[in-house]
């Protein structure tokens, strides 16, 4: 698979892990948008929200957790926000599941 996402999470491409265990992986974005910004990423290849079915409802759940945790330990306590892009007209640029995890600076809505 050609997945850019499936290589980080293998350690075929270099990268800094912020959470890892055996269903998920994090780590800096590149174009961080928020002095954090955190991507949580499923080990198993999901092209998008879309492509996940009933039997990932704990996996998602699962991810949802992870973000939480993350957010906890960056000393996120005065809020963050949790983004999942899906289709290209919802800013997905990527092909394979991921939570944007942003904080550190007030949030603003709409968020664009």
């Not at 957790?65 to 007209?89: P, Q, S």
Request: charged letters at 20%.
């Amino acid at each position: 698979m050609d997945c850019v996402f499936c290589k980080i999470a293998a350690g075929e491409i270099p990268s800094t892990a912020v959470y890892q265990d055996e269903l998920a992986y994090a780590f800096g974005d590149i174009n961080p948008k928020a002095p954090v910004h955190i991507l949580v990423i499923p080990r198993e290849h999901i092209g998008s929200l879309d492509e996940a079915g009933v039997g990932h409802r704990t996996l998602l759940g699962h991810l949802m957790r992870a973000a939480a945790e993350i957010a906890r330990k960056k000393g996120l306590a005065k809020g963050y926000r949790v983004v999942v892009n899906t289709g290209d007209e919802g800013g997905r640029t990527v092909d394979h599941l991921h939570l944007h995890l942003m904080g550190g600076r007030q949030m603003t809505w709409p968020p664009g």
